[in-house]
Nanobody
Framework: QVHVVESGGGLVQAGGSLRLSCATS????????MGWYRQAPGNQRELIAS???????DYADSVKGRFTISGDNAKGTVYLQMNSLKPEDTGVYYC????????????????WGQGTQVTVSS
């Protein structure tokens, strides 16, 4: 069993900053990738940023230069620093962990958090 919990969302004015945190717990064997997704009202969930076990980061074009993902895959923690926020950044932000467990160390599956709301006012 793996648990993923996000925190740090809230209401902020355009141009402001927020820092999201994600922590994992449970019987994790190895985390391969950790990522942040965003789902705006009426839209599909989209990948915003990801961090691999080797330290590689990737970003959606819409957030490059404004958002920074960081963390420690070995510890199961990941953060998303969001600067210069825009109203279009509004949505529910989800943390996803692609990991294997102690009972099934050879199989990686996705584990999702419950999401945290980010609202950017204009």
């Amino acid at each position: 069993q793996v648990h993923v919990v996000e925190s740090g969302g809230g209401l902020v004015q355009a141009g402001g900053s927020l820092r999201l945190s994600c922590a994992t717990s449970g019987s994790i064997f190895t985390i391969t990738t950790m990522g942040w997704y965003r789902q705006a009202p009426g839209n599909q969930r989209e990948l915003i940023a990801s961090l691999t076990r080797s330290g590689r980061t990737d970003y959606a074009d819409s957030v490059k230069g404004r958002f920074t993902i960081s963390g420690d895959n070995a510890k199961g923690t990941v953060y998303l620093q969001m600067n210069s926020l825009k109203p279009e950044d509004t949505g529910v932000y989800y943390c996803k962990v692609y990991a294997s467990t102690l009972t099934m160390p050879a199989y990686n599956i996705d584990y999702w958090g419950q999401g945290t709301q980010v609202t950017v006012s204009s």
